[in-house]
């Protein structure tokens, strides 16, 4: 059963420090999102991608925050500095979506739970 | 913009009854509908989606949807819950932007479902 892969699970680190999150879309899918899930603001879109191209990073802080696809196989999602308000759950999803849309489902991956103090 | 309301953050059931989820988008024309769940440490799974046509859908685990377009809402339904459907409940709603091609996704606050005995 084809799987997102998402690394590390969890995450725990210092305010200042730089945070890399990892994401495996499914093998063939050309579609990659990054969102954000919060207690107080639930699931926020970050950026995505289409064939490892950025279309869309507007709910992104572009100060600290940065995504990029370097091969079809892995999307990374950067944070820094980290701040406290960063602790989250990042949810990394992929889709093999064409130009007619969203007739297939979004494929999720587990998450990672960061936690900045 | 699209938005998604989910009028019930927390909704608790006797296993066996029935279920009702509400959800209520707001947008200028029919969007894409989808339904949804999310297990504790988990990815979103999808539950089931409208597009077009019939407007009760069926999907996964017993559950169905009602779209209505009078009323905006897509509430998800199923006629007798099991203390395993004891999740977190997301709807979402798309959109094609049309003039780049792109399509994107944006999710209620969600609604957690408790199961008691």
């Known amino acids: 059963d084809a799987r997102v892969t998402q690394t590390p699970r969890h995450k725990v680190t210092e305010m200042g420090q730089e945070v890399t999150m990892r994401c495996q879309p499914i093998l063939g899918h050309n579609t990659v999102f990054w969102y954000r899930q919060t207690m107080m603001q639930g699931l926020e879109l970050l950026a995505y991608?289409?064939?490892?191209?950025?279309?869309?990073d507007s709910g992104m802080p572009k100060d600290r925050f940065s995504a990029e696809m370097p091969d079809a196989t892995l999307a990374t999602l950067k944070i820094q500095p980290s701040e406290p308000r960063d602790s989250a759950v990042y949810f990394c999803a992929s889709g093999p979506w064409t130009g007619g849309g969203l007739d297939s489902p979004l494929h999720f991956g587990n998450g990672t739970r960061l936690t900045v103090t | 913009a699209q938005s998604v309301t989910q009028p019930d953050i927390h909704i608790t059931v006797s296993e066996g009854a029935s279920l009702e989820l509400r959800c209520n988008y707001s947008?200028?024309?029919?969007?894409?509908l989808f339904w949804y769940v999310q297990s504790p440490g988990q990815g979103l799974q999808l539950l089931l989606k409208y597009f077009s046509g019939d407007t009760l859908v069926q999907g996964i685990k017993g559950f169905e949807a009602e779209f209505k377009r009078s009323q905006s809402s897509f509430n998800l339904r199923k006629p007798s819950v099991h203390w395993s459907d004891a999740a977190e409940y997301f709807c979402a709603c798309g959109i094609l932007e049309s003039n780049f091609g792109n399509e994107k996704l944006t999710f209620g606050t969600g609604t957690r479902l408790t199961i008691i005995p």
């Open positions: 947008y200028g024309a029919t969007p894409y």
């Open positions: 991608f289409r064939n490892r191209a950025p279309l869309d």
